[in-house]
């Protein structure tokens, strides 16, 4: 019997806020971090790794919470932890110590995705597959089990969910044949940041369009007029076929939003992405009846707390684009339940990525969603963002502005050891050479 | 010039566990506890107290991030932070590492509702006043600029909000005179957890009866066979003229809430509370459809998470009852926000109460909601639970089922050092002596 031994937590951050990568109308000093733990079992080659995604001194809170969740893991039997992660999940869930502080949201829930995160990453690895390939090659019924499809009940049955993966089943290997040669299309994040000075904004559209992409994300909600100019810019390089979707971050109120992305439909936008606060299901709805008619649909859900918020969004017609972020949601047990609410609604999911390892986790989201859950690939894109791959032991493959299936075991989660010992705050070597060179 | 010098922070938790207080469909071992900081200044005479309530282990989470967000106010101004309490709670909404973590809900919400709870305290004594007497004194215009109207302007303008203050000043002095008589309704929970015996619950139902109280609240959600057994006893010892509210603490989903409920009618029920998650505001909608015929209202907000949220219920006319918390939504900044929503959309507010010293804090937000915002006090009601008062230095007032208005300085929020010394968790002597108990 293998068992978990230990758990291994680390602090990573990254100073991203030194180059404005990551600014936004919200977001000014973006020190990418990561709060990463890994399960130690006795078996030396087995061990699952994991992390939520956060900003700067965010990191701290976030692994206490994580500390306080995953410790009741040690010495429990691997082999029953990866037969069955929902039991796990539902325990996590359970807590009702915890649960007080949310529930099912802010920074309890980014623990628990954090610790199943890890869970599904020991489970893949212990199966030899990727994780998109585990969780693919999971019977309905059993993968049905382990999702959290609690207060859903209204919009999603477990009969009905187990009833809509099997439909998929016959399309399984000709989707696999189609992803192994040409991906799952993404777009790019990096061009539009909103610290860059219009030159660097235009090279690096530039630069994307050269690389193949076809979509394009500027960060809006400054003064109307750097978001105009900024556009145009944009529009001018990409040409007219290439899409351009905007992101305000939260920036405004609901009659705001409506006025102010009215304002820039003339550049032919795709989507308004987070244009208020993440949530107001109805404030989104009464945004997207303002701009539909622009042909401008709304995009959010990198904020969206947990399933029961994305429910709301596709009952009231609030959103188009589902951008679900995989360390926000408690992992594969509530990711899939909204995977599957989309498909329901004939809706996108198009995953938020970037930060600190969205993107190598998404890589296996898309994959899943694509094989095992919505089918149909016209029109989903899946956000990439170029920076913080090279800390990766199995970084996400892009190619001609596209995810390619992830090959490795597991979840694509594992931290380099270098990267650790560099950047782990505070005592990370970088981050003791920034601290000399503060002093000199 | 009086400056804060430092701030404590204590981890207070009592073992309410022991004795089933605070069991209900969901929470099995709540121990009550409070993330408590008092702001220390260099006037011996003058400092502000403030907590957020938790549960057991949640604490050390909460204090995590509640010592992230203030210790910015060290060495500041005291007459400046007192002068524009709106200008501190923006900074501390603004903490863009920290706001990743929410935005707005969850733990770092949770830290912000103590943080400010400790500062409007300090202003409160600084003024000599208490926090109701303080707020009501103020000239609309003021007070609205410091709340916090961000993501409401759809419903709620600060315009309209000065407007709607204004006009409920001429009727200050009446209402303080009626409550100074009368005092403001209150319900008392203390009678029917889930872990109670039929003979307890037989008994309290009867205490609270004779000790004046008009309402009385059962915990359901456990078999309907049970729930129908103590709705029976409750109904039979209370008689027909006395309310009786039933709590499910968010166990159903909509469906399942609806016809439990239905179930439950012929007891003539005046609320159901939290049928199912908080955040689901269109299922609270629904619930309210298929109970209200019933003559059933729909009460939530106990965890309702923050200012958007309240927003949503009222403009979905999914809330009958406007259930705030105290040290949920983040202090008098949010909370006057959703009185005025909650006034606007003509529902009463009938704040949540309980746990360790939301009482005390709930005794002054009733006093402010009657004088200065809403007016007429018919159907308004307030919980009210019987435990720990003892450990604050200015406990609330109940007599004959009503709250009392406070006369102390402050917002009542200060825990007697005493209590502190004997419960700080795990250091306390109470805490020490369990640990002793245990090991003989």
Chains 1, 2 share one sequence.
Request: include cysteine; hydrophobic fraction near 40%; proline fraction near 4%.
């Amino acid at each position: 019997m293998t068992i978990i031994t230990s758990i291994e937590f680390v602090d990573l951050r990254f100073p991203t806020s030194d180059s404005h990568d990551g600014s936004d109308a919200v977001n000014k000093d973006a020190d990418y971090s990561a709060a990463y733990l890994r399960l130690v079992t006795d078996d030396d080659s087995l061990y699952g790794c994991g992390f939520t995604f956060t900003i700067g001194r965010g990191n701290d809170i976030c692994l206490q919470a994580i500390d306080a969740l995953a410790n009741r893991f040690i010495g429990r039997d691997v082999t029953e932890l990866c037969a069955n992660p929902g039991e796990a999940y539902r325990e996590l869930a359970a807590d009702s110590q915890l649960r007080w502080l949310g529930p099912d949201k802010g920074v309890v829930h980014l623990a628990r995705a954090a610790v199943m995160n890890a869970v599904w990453d020991l489970a893949a690895r212990r199966a030899g597959l990727p994780l998109w390939q585990f969780i693919c090659d999971m019977e309905p019924v059993t993968l049905v089990a382990n999702l959290d499809l609690s207060y859903l009940s209204d919009v999603l049955t477990a009969d009905e969910a187990v009833a809509m993966l099997e439909e998929q089943r016959q399309h399984r290997e000709e989707r696999i044949s189609n992803l192994q040669a040409n991906g799952f299309q993404c777009y790019t994040t990096s061009a539009g940041w909103l610290g860059y000075s219009d030159e660097k904004l235009e090279r690096l559209c530039r630069e994307a369009v050269e690389e193949g992409y076809r979509h394009i994300k500027l960060k809006v909600g400054g003064n109307p007029e750097d978001d105009e100019r900024r556009l145009g810019i944009a529009r001018s390089v990409i040409g007219p076929d290439i899409s351009l979707m905007i992101d305000a971050n939260q920036i405004w109120d609901v009659p705001e939003a409506i006025e102010r992305v009215q304002a820039l439909a003339h550049h032919n936008v795709l989507w308004i992405e987070e244009p208020t606060s993440p949530d107001d299901v109805l404030g989104h709805r009464s945004i997207a009846d303002g701009v539909r008619p622009e042909g401008i649909g709304v995009a959010t859900g990198e904020h969206g707390m947990n399933r029961v918020l994305f429910k709301q969004l596709l009952q009231a017609d609030a959103v188009d684009f589902v951008q679900i972020d995989s360390c926000r949601l408690a992992s594969i047990n509530e990711i899939i339940p909204v995977l599957l609410m989309a498909k329901k609604f004939a809706k996108p999911v198009c995953p938020h990525a970037g930060g600190v390892g969205l993107c190598e986790l998404v890589s296996h989201l898309v994959m899943i969603d694509y094989v095992a859950v919505s089918g149909p690939i016209e029109g989903r894109v899946a956000e990439y963002v170029d920076h913080l791959h090279e800390h990766f032991v199995d970084p996400c493959i892009v190619s001609k502005g596209a995810y390619m299936l992830p090959e490795a075991p597991g979840y694509s989660a594992e931290i380099k050891a270098e990267s650790l010992t560099r950047w782990a705050w505070p005592e990370g070597t970088e981050w003791a050479k920034r601290r000399e060179g503060a002093n000199t």
